[in-house]
């Protein structure tokens, strides 16, 4: 049985729909990509699994259960956890306090807990500014204490909004390097990427937006370029 | 000498205001909301407390204890049937909601206790002083003062290193981030207006207890808690302490170079903090 | 095919000829209706001038004020020392009287409007509390005892009564009328936009900021004439009954009750506030109680108030200020 999944789920803010009936299937473990262009709906979709926008509770299915539109706090003591766009840290409060709230707030653990120890081995960096007020941190810094904040809740899957976004190329790679760590003891990753490349690489699974609606699915080793394009710019609309 | 004496009689006022303006700085912190019934709820606990006294034969202290537990749940009561329907951007639905709220227990009030003044006997506490230098200071004001200080202390200490103070600086700081890394905003909302009211609850025995109250007196501790915050700064904690301190020297000296120049002067401080610094005295940098 | 903006709808037209009789109705008051009755409809014109101006306030400039009664007491304390002390003619003091709102709205606004949203209304109640204060403590407007216009002797009661209806008709030219054109205006736009989302109408070229100081002056202004004509009917004033909560109250339950961020709304909720006070002001605060509750509720269950539901029901507005694209040639 797959962890989460969504089922013909549409959303959107007031009158204006962005997402017209998105199928995903995230199963235990694995890396899944969400691939597309800006305003495709990635965004919207990782908003509407975790809560954060109105939808119906069949729509979202988490062990199978329905879980749709079910605040987002319960929804991270169910494993469900996010890195959401933008990093969005407390600003006011440092590193450790930010990483304390997550894991105060955490669902019940599966195997072997993240401990803030873990994410400080994770990113290193982090320990050292342990002290120091989020808003003082790199872009980059940032991010990894968000990525850190998402592991501390004790997530089954952990939904990664533009993680890359505006980071040093080094500052990704580090960060996609600690990625495989995470699947390792079984959290499902759904990544929200820019990076078509990247995403394929670090993902067994991927899926293409196109305005609100799935256009591509499959395996990311078995996708061409090809595919990709004509997917991700709706080549095949053009077309009809 | 006077004014030496006007400045000591303003810092022990502060002493009460700072427990007025608490519960405000906190409610707005997390939540950018104002409950204008802030002040009635002073008044009702008060009232609340001088009716114990009167008919349960509780001592000031029992009736203390009493009233903070009180005003705890009448703060929950709050948040949870009203004010979290209301938080939001706009600023507009909470404060009319609160507004029509204050109206009606005001007039309620009205109703149970009658417009008469009203007082908490403290059992002799009133009228007792000591002698410090060449200053009489009254026992009572001093025990408000330090009160003041141990919940501002006690306050600070818990938003700076408890569980629930990291979850509301969180939910201040952003509250749908808070919301996904697990935090329930509307019960950490709950909690805080409980600890606001649950402060009222000091407030309103001291000031049962130092004064009197009356069903329309509300308003003027909401100003004056409302004074206190942005002279001390928003969103902190220590600003509204020094904050209600400005503000009860300021009246009393003003009472001192005239009686009936005593509030306004407290207002004229307040303005010309507004023009000149307008972030208030000790806001933090941002 | 060709296309032109309508604004104008039957039920607009309708509207306008009835406002017309009406304000025709008001100005012949002293001829055909008596004393008590012209007493009444002043007094209500008033309540209808304040809420609409608080409605201008907080329904399009989102500027949520419970000060009001500021304006309201520092018009009519000008008014009352320019007639009963200098000597001014009242009827020409009235008008004299606004320049005190005016003035005083452009401190404080720059004052006040640094604070947050709801610190904004708090602070507006602190002026108003220090204006009173002020008036109670000055020699000028003889301190807490209060004034009485007793140059008003001078004129007989019919003379009254008329200049009481004239000025009652232009209050309501000037703040219903007034608030009607403005917006029907190219600023209509900008303030439907800044009450529907301040933020996206600063992003299209609303100079949010300008034009909230102009309504706040505006909406001060409206609100001292009404202070001003309330008074000087009234004929005596003091610092509490100038400086009142009652005028906030009042605004505040007429609007949210009526339905924010519309002309009708207002018109609805002052009838209704007007009536109310007659018929269970005597239960004092019980009255009180229920008038508190009831926008308690409808600012938490029932946003848009009376005119809202109304709406959604019937599209007649009396004031139209949408504009529609239609076909065809006129």
């Known amino acids: 049985m797959s962890l989460l999944s969504t089922h013909g789920l549409i959303a959107g803010y007031g009158d204006m729909r962005a997402l017209h009936g998105i199928d995903l299937v995230v199963n235990p473990g694995e890396t899944v990509a969400l691939i597309g262009a800006n305003g495709a709906g990635k965004s919207t979709l990782l908003r509407s699994i975790m809560g954060l926008l109105p939808v119906a509770a069949d729509m979202v299915q988490l062990d199978g259960a329905p879980v749709g539109g079910t605040q987002p706090h319960r929804m991270v003591q169910s494993g469900v956890a996010i890195v959401p766009e933008g990093r969005r840290l407390f600003a006011g409060m440092t590193v450790e306090e930010n990483l304390r709230v997550a894991s105060e707030h955490a669902a019940a653990p599966q195997g072997q807990p993240w401990t803030q120890e873990r994410v400080y081995d994770l990113f290193p960096i982090l320990r050292e500014k342990a002290r120091t007020n989020v808003e003082n941190l790199s872009g980059g810094q940032q991010q990894m204490v968000s990525i850190g904040r998402g592991l501390l809740a004790q997530p089954r899957v952990l939904l990664c909004d533009e993680i890359s976004l505006g980071l040093a190329p080094r500052v990704v790679r580090e960060i996609y390097e600690a990625l495989p760590q995470v699947t390792a003891q079984g959290t499902a990753l759904v990544l929200v990427e820019q990076d078509v490349g990247l995403a394929q690489r670090a993902s067994q699974r991927l899926y293409c937006l196109l305005e609100g609606r799935v256009t591509l699915e499959g395996r990311s080793e078995d996708i061409s370029r090809d595919d990709i394009s004509a997917a991700y710019f709706g080549a095949s609309h053009a077309l009809d | ?286 | 095919m060709s296309y032109r903006v309508e604004r104008m709808t039957t039920s607009g037209r309708i509207a306008l000829l009835i406002g017309a009789v009406a304000l025709g109705a008001i100005i012949s008051m002293p001829w055909w209706a008596s004393q008590g009755l012209i007493r009444d409809v002043i007094t209500l014109a008033c309540y209808i001038a304040v809420a609409q101006m608080w409605n201008m306030l907080a329904g399009y400039g989102g500027l949520v004020s419970v000060g009001q009664q500021a304006f309201v007491g520092v018009a009519a304390y000008a008014m009352f020392v320019l007639a009963q002390t200098f000597g001014v003619n009242p009827f020409v003091a009235v008008g004299l009287s606004l320049i005190a709102p005016a003035l005083l709205a452009v401190p404080i606004y720059l004052l006040l409007h640094r604070l947050e949203g709801p610190y904004f209304a708090i602070g507006t109640w602190v002026v108003a509390e220090a204006l009173r204060l002020v008036a109670t403590n000055m020699p000028l407007v003889n301190g807490g005892a209060g004034m009485s216009l007793r140059v008003m002797t001078q004129f007989s009661a019919h003379e009254r009564a008329i200049a009481g209806s004239i000025l009652a008709a232009l209050l309501l030219l000037v703040t219903v009328g007034g608030s009607y054109l403005l917006l029907r205006s190219r600023y209509g736009i900008a303030l439907t936009a800044m009450r529907d989302n301040p933020v996206a109408a600063r992003s299209q070229g609303v100079d949010v900021q300008r034009l909230r100081f102009w309504i706040f002056v505006a909406a001060a202004v409206g609100t001292g004439f009404a202070g001003a004509v309330y008074f000087m009917v009234q004929l005596r004033i003091t610092p509490p009954s100038a400086f009142s909560m009652e005028w906030a109250n009042l605004a505040i339950f007429i609007v949210m009750v009526g339905g924010i961020g519309s002309i009708e709304g207002v018109l609805i909720g002052a009838v209704i506030y007007f009536f109310a006070d007659r018929w269970f002001g005597e239960y004092g605060a019980s009255y009180l109680i229920v008038l508190g509750l009831l926008t308690l509720m409808t600012a938490l269950f029932f946003r848009e108030g009376l005119w809202g539901l109304w709406r959604r029901k019937f599209d007649a507005p009396w004031f139209p200020t949408r504009r529609t694209l239609v076909q065809g040639d006129r």
């Open chain 2, 1 to 286: 000498m006077h004014w030496i004496e006007g400045i000591v009689q303003g810092i022990l006022l502060g002493g009460l205001y700072a427990q007025y303006a608490l519960g405000m700085a906190l409610m707005f912190g997390v939540m950018k909301i104002v409950n204008v019934t802030h002040g009635d709820l002073v008044i009702l606990l008060a009232l609340i407390g001088i009716s114990f006294a009167d008919f349960a034969g509780l001592g000031p202290w029992s009736v203390l204890a009493t009233l903070v537990p009180i005003g705890a749940a009448i703060g929950w009561l709050l948040q949870r049937a009203m004010l979290n329907r209301v938080v939001g951007n706009d600023p507009l639905p909470s404060l009319i909601a609160t507004f029509g709220l204050s109206i009606a227990l005001q007039n309620a009030m009205l109703v149970v206790w009658s417009a008469d003044t009203r007082s908490l006997s403290g059992g002799g506490i009133q009228q007792a002083s000591i002698e410090i230098g060449p200053l009489f200071v009254g026992v009572l004001p001093l025990i408000v003062l330090i009160c003041a200080t141990l919940l501002t202390g006690g306050l600070d200490a818990v938003l700076r290193f408890t569980r629930y103070g990291r979850s509301l600086r969180a939910a201040s700081a952003d509250v749908e981030a808070a919301a996904m890394v697990g935090v329930n905003p509307k019960s950490v909302y709950a909690t805080a207006t409980a600890i606001a009211v649950g402060i009222l609850g000091f407030a309103a025995t001291f000031q049962a207890m130092r004064s009197t109250v009356a069903p329309a007196d509300g308003p003027f501790q909401l100003i004056y808690a409302f004074e206190a915050v942005i002279i001390g700064g928003l969103g902190s904690i220590w600003g509204a302490f020094t904050g209600a301190m400005i503000l009860g020297v300021s009246q009393a000296i003003g009472f001192r170079i005239n009686p009936g120049f005593g509030i306004l002067a407290g207002h004229i401080v307040f303005l010309a903090v507004l023009a000149i610094r307008p972030q208030g005295i000790f806001q933090r940098k941002s």
